[in-house]
């Protein structure tokens, strides 16, 4: 049987996978789950010793089938459990990362299905984030763009947010950027700040690096880069 910190290993290389395609190196991993270096290699030699990961010197690290699906079904538990404490339990979208964090490790099987029968087995998490099936096949999560990526005049439409930060969604919220939201991107200012019109109304003013953890989509329905001048 897996550690609990055995899984967050391979949820934290599939998650480094998607967001930078290729082998994923033990520094990145370790600087991702806050582990030095050699705390980090050690655990990634254990992990290859069950078959979970294949590492290449000087190349990096890569998740097996096995490990990929075991990485899949721990995203699966967390995401569900994060739609389960803000639909059913009222919790802020703001808290329920480190809590599904704590829970995600734990819960049975069939707790796993109570809870996606009692959601209505949904596609998404609270902040737009795709949950994979119970099929544990990978989840595409390389769509849209980050609205600091946009260009004045851009009309879109909000599709997920980055969740890592609990300030900075909370932020977000009292501002009303949530997924399905729809922004227009008003002013690029020289000072690393936005200001976008949320939902046809109000006008919110956005540092960079909150922008950058919202990812859009055109709401003319292009897909992320096909439209003019957005790459």
């Not at 294949?54 to 075991?70: D, F, I, P, S, W």
């Not at 596609?123 to 737009?128: I, K, N, Q, S």
């Amino acid at each position: 049987m897996l550690s609990a910190k055995m899984e967050d290993y391979l949820k934290a290389v599939y998650e480094l996978q998607r967001e930078g395609e290729g082998a994923v190196s033990t520094s990145g991993v370790a600087e991702k789950l806050g582990v030095t270096p050699p705390t980090a290699t050690s655990m990634m030699e254990k992990l290859e010793e069950q078959g979970l990961v294949e590492r290449e010197k000087y190349k990096g690290a890569h998740l097996t089938r096995e490990g990929e699906t075991v990485a899949l079904e721990v995203i699966r538990h967390h995401r569900l459990l994060e739609t389960y404490l803000t639909e059913q339990l009222g919790y802020d979208w703001s808290a329920v990362h480190d809590e599904a964090d704590r829970l995600e490790h734990h819960i049975s099987e069939e707790f796993e299905r109570r809870v996606a029968d009692v959601l209505d087995d949904p596609r998404v998490d609270p902040h737009g984030d795709p949950i994979p099936a119970d099929s544990l096949e990978p989840v595409d999560e390389s769509s849209g763009l980050a609205l600091g990526d946009c260009d004045e005049g851009d009309h879109v439409v909000v599709q997920r947010v980055r969740d890592r930060d609990p300030d900075e969604l909370a932020y977000l919220d009292d501002a009303g950027i949530t997924p399905g939201i729809e922004l227009e991107l008003v002013e690029v200012a020289p000072i690393d700040m936005l200001t976008v019109r949320v939902g046809g109304d109000a006008e919110v003013s956005l540092p960079e690096s909150i922008a950058d953890a919202i990812f859009v989509e055109f709401a003319n329905g292009e897909a992320a880069g096909e439209a003019g001048g957005v790459a």
